[in-house]
């Protein structure tokens, strides 16, 4: 192969926003072939799959592949490029009833919730209805096949990459309205015969046929953007003429089989169509513990070791930060880590946490037999730790002083060891440490919680293993009794309930982000959130504290002076003006500015500069966004729960100033701490 | 670790190719096209350098391009579309400046191309990112749709038995 065609083939985009909705769009399809499948008495059906999944995969090579590259040099690439994005990825993608298994790939609370309301809205439906019409759908095809090729819009799109990508949309979609009545996908009776089908067909084939035939006979360069840059030695008419031949022979072929298909099928006797029998799904057998049980020790060991190393490094090593594992490792890479694990799995941090390693090493020997002082059972005391650390983050700059950081993580082994060696529980966890504190908080948000499988078993169960304990496994030692455990607060992922219920009734199931805020029932070992001053501090804490955090790194500077009054009041007025969950309706907000903040730090020391200063920041705005969104939906219910709708615009203009200041800040330059550059 | 990031996102590492036509011009042996939208910040330049002779494509071809007291060297590497050489460069200001393009060949020898571009000015930053703050208010409408539909349901009377 010359070097020309090696450079063309090599000439792939891969840009991360197409291929992420794409790389989604499979995985939701997937979900819901997977579960479909199930149901269904044939176990396979791989045709289903693999038809979109090529039509995701032809999408892919419509936008990014070469002919993407290329279509500024020569017109059949641009071409072939449109005959995919018009005629072969639409129909690929509708072929084998593709809308159930797409609903059914979504989470079910959001198709029932959110998506319900507009699938049965008749107006909607109506005018869907109408244009998937064959005589409308026809009409938006040809009108923006014919209008996008005219001379002057198609340069214009040339000249424009916004316009180039409306003209791929515009293809795309009405390619999907055009396949739609041929194809029939469903669900439900096609409202018009299946005839029908063919006039379009030979209807769509006479657009092409007439817009190729134009190309290959016009005698002249239609398109002088492709006389200006040439990047071969095919003339432009010439590329003009294969251009209009691409478009006519396999442009018509993809027309005409489906309809001489359709003309036999409907010509045949043997017209009966086998339907799918659906089957009784059997409820699932409870499984025996999860896997990830075993996974605890080991995990929890090697943090151990890696705690290890860098307070040795804090200790003995090199005192400048960046150099450092100390002045490195804890404050970009865990941070980060352990808040998107939260986000993406659950508190995966205390899971491994390797000071309840030591500490559960260091109870063999020591008594660990008080009771923890009653008036210390809440948050006050974690509450001003945690206020302390922040401050001491920033005051004594921690990040920047390895040895500082290192005596920290000491302390923190030291306390661990202390007061769980002599105290009963896991009083440490629960009542001090302020680690532990964020991440209860922050995993209010996280999609997956430790729970029951089936409440008619633990109504059955006479011996409450998981709290209690047995020979397995000692019980909760957060005293949190399983059939009354309600959202991830308070709750290590310790998993010492999954193992010790006898039942195997406990699993680390899904859960939507947030919706435990949603409602205030009892919560076991916390009562109701709406009760506990404490826990609503602690909340605002965190939440506040992101933003002061992170200010404190822009330039202009705000001053402590100034930020901490005005969080102080925002905290006052909202613990004295509101019910405290809607203290709590802010967390969404509050995690969403650690993690964009957090994920400034992480991508600036781990991507290229270039890449990062493409991505960092609209991925900081989308996580912004949704919690942003996360947070107003939950204040939109609590003003319903607790009859306070008055309230709702106070607090959610509350919450779009901190989103505000939260975007502002990540469009000053950040210092970035702990970096050589 | 880098180096696998790297690699990772090497496709959004590679220059958008092109924007518009800045200029095309014939330089010796060769013809040199230099596509760009200038403005104040970054902005990636293309160049395809053709034989000027019967227009085909160089790719051993050394090129950089001088501008604005800025020297970069234009590589494959840093192009999507394998064909092109591409940069980035930094402006500071909007205004008139000149762009030279060098370009040098084994067989061919070399050339020097200058030519007045119009950086413009940046819009505001955070315009560049309306998609991202967009999808807040669409949202939020969506979400009222969606509750207005939810009680236009519930008020619905009940169908006739
Ligand atoms: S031990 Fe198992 S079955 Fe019994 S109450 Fe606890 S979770 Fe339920
Ligand atoms: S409920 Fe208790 S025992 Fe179970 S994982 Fe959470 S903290 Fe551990």
Known sequence: MNAVANAALASWALDFRVAAPLLLAALVYMRGWLRVRRQLRDPRDPGRLACFLAGLAVLFLAIESPLDSFDHFFLSAHMTQHLLLMMVAPPLLLLRHPIVPLLRGLPKTFVKEGLGPFLTWPALRRVLRALTSPPAAFALFAVSTIFWHLPAFYELALNSSALHGLQHACFFWTGILFWWPVIQPGPGKAPYPRWTAIPLLLAGDLVNTALSAFFVFSGRVLYPAYEIVRAGRMSAQEDQTLAGLIMWVPGSIIYLIPALAIAVRLLSSDRLVQRPTRVRVQPRPIRSPLPIVKLRRPAQALMLVIALAVMADGFFGNQFAPLNLAGVLPWIYWRFLSVFALLAIGNLFCFACPFTFVRDIGRKFLPARLRWPRALRSKWLSIALLVAYLWAYEALGLWDNPAATACLIAAYFLSALAIDGFFRGAAFCKYVCPIGQFHFVTSLVSPREVRIKRAQVCQSCSTYDCIRGNVHSRGCELNLFQPKKFGNLDCTFCLDCVRACPHSNIAILPSPPAATLLADPYRSSLGRLSKRTDVAVLALVIIFGAFVNASQMVSPVISWALELPIALAAIVLLLCCAPKSFSLGLVPLGVSMWAAHLLFHFAGAVLPASVFTALARSAQILLLDAGLLLSLYIGWRNAQLYSARKLFPAWSILAAALYTFGVWIFFQPMQMRGMLH | ?161
């Open chain 2, 1 to 161: 670790m880098k180096l696998v990031l790297s690699l990772l996102f090497a496709a959004v590492l590679a220059f958008a190719d092109g924007g518009a036509v800045l200029f095309r011009q014939q330089s010796g042996p060769f013809l040199v096209t230099v596509f760009g939208s200038p403005q104040v910040g970054s902005t990636d330049f293309s160049v395809l350098v053709q034989n000027a002779s019967d227009r085909s494509p160089m790719l051993d071809a050394e090129v950089s391009i001088a501008v604005a007291h800025q020297l970069a060297a234009a590589t494959h590497a840093q192009a999507t579309n394998k064909l092109l050489y591409a940069t980035s460069i930094r402006f500071f200001r909007p205004g008139e400046y000149s762009l030279q393009v060098r370009v040098a060949q084994m067989e061919k020898g070399g050339a020097y191309i200058d030519h007045d571009i119009v950086v413009s000015p940046t819009p505001a930053p955070w315009l560049a990112y309306w998609p991202c703050f967009a999808l807040v208010p669409v949202a939020i409408l969506l979400f009222a749709l969606n509750q207005w539909l939810k009680s236009k349901r519930t008020q619905r009377p009940p169908a006739p038995p």
